[in-house]
């Protein structure tokens, strides 16, 4: 089993920035690619980033492309979300995902944490 434990949730003011982490544990040989997803109230889970193992890979949703940073530290098994130019849009429920596959949909990705609040205010 892998557990992934997520940090790093706030409130922020539009414009501003966040630094969400992850904490990857257990059998982290089965988290080649880890990903983050948002889900806002009332919304579909969504697909933010991801990353392969070695970091050699990337990828965004169109939506944060340009503004959110994701990477990874496999000797700290972290990963971390850097989110920059936050808009109200940006508000949702954050999760760090691992799997085997880069997609971008969550079904691919089988260990999930627990969520983290993210807010951004006008």
């Known amino acids: 089993q892998v557990q992934l434990v997520e940090s790093g949730g706030g409130l922020v003011q539009a414009g501003g920035s966040l630094r969400l982490s992850c904490a990857l544990s257990?059998?982290?040989?089965?988290?080649?690619?880890m990903g983050w997803f948002r889900q806002a109230p009332g919304l579909e889970r969504e697909f933010v980033t991801a990353?392969?193992?070695?970091?050699?890979?990337?990828y965004y949703a169109d939506s944060v492309k340009g503004r959110f940073t994701i990477s990874r530290d496999n000797v700290k098994n972290m990963v971390y979300l850097q989110m920059n130019s936050l808009k109200p849009e940006d508000t949702a429920v954050y999760y760090c995902?691992?799997?085997?596959?880069?997609?971008?949909?969550?079904?691919?990705?089988?260990?999930w944490g627990q969520g983290t609040q993210v807010t951004v205010s006008s």
């Open positions: 990353v392969t193992w070695g970091g050699g890979s990337t």
């Open positions: 257990g059998r982290t040989f089965s988290s080649y690619v």
């Open positions: 995902a691992s799997g085997m596959d880069m997609s971008r949909a969550s079904t691919r990705y089988p260990y």
